[in-house]
């Protein structure tokens, strides 16, 4: 192979190594997004107030994740595609072009589905924390506990550290 046909084909293979990791960038933000949401939603002492909310956020991470998941498949139709132009002769099949056109209004929507996700969560997370700021302070009940203070479960004693 000459120079130029060399270059074509390094130029290829790193586009697709290129396309790859920024797929596996899409799942990991999505995937992520939904784990540090629910393990803040269950360390947070503000996850009581915010669950009943929570359902908007997560299912956009959820749906990005499922997107670009999506977008993996659409990868590889649009090389099969590729492929099959080349090495066929007289291919009637669906063209490269098509799949690559889906995949990538995929990978859009996978980028709206996080950015509306955090959009979401940022005004869920200041508009809670903004009441909890401006509330008055609870009155103490007679036997000495705040009314608001959370009851304490086996559960919740079992996360905390042991005192020695």
Request: with cysteine; aromatic share 10%.
């Amino acid at each position: 192979m000459s120079f130029p046909d060399d270059h074509k084909v390094e130029t290829f293979k790193s586009l697709i190594v290129i396309s790859v990791e920024g797929l596996k960038a899409l799942l990991l933000i999505n995937g992520g997004a939904v784990v540090a949401f629910l393990a803040f939603l269950g360390q947070s002492s503000l996850g009581q107030s915010l669950l009943p909310h929570a359902w908007v956020p997560i299912s956009c991470f959820v749906a990005g994740t499922a997107c670009a998941t999506f977008a993996f498949l659409g990868s590889y139709a649009t090389q099969f595609a590729l492929y099959n132009e080349h090495v066929t002769t007289g291919y009637r099949g669906p063209r490269h072009m098509m799949f690559l056109r889906i995949t990538l209004a995929v990978v859009i929507l996978s980028l709206s589905c996080f950015a509306g996700g955090s959009f979401t969560s940022l005004c869920l997370f200041t508009d809670q924390a903004s009441r909890v700021a401006t509330s008055p302070p609870q009155p103490a009940s007679p036997s000495g506990v705040s009314a608001t203070a959370p009851a304490t479960t086996a559960s919740s004693r079992a996360s905390q550290p042991l005192k020695r």
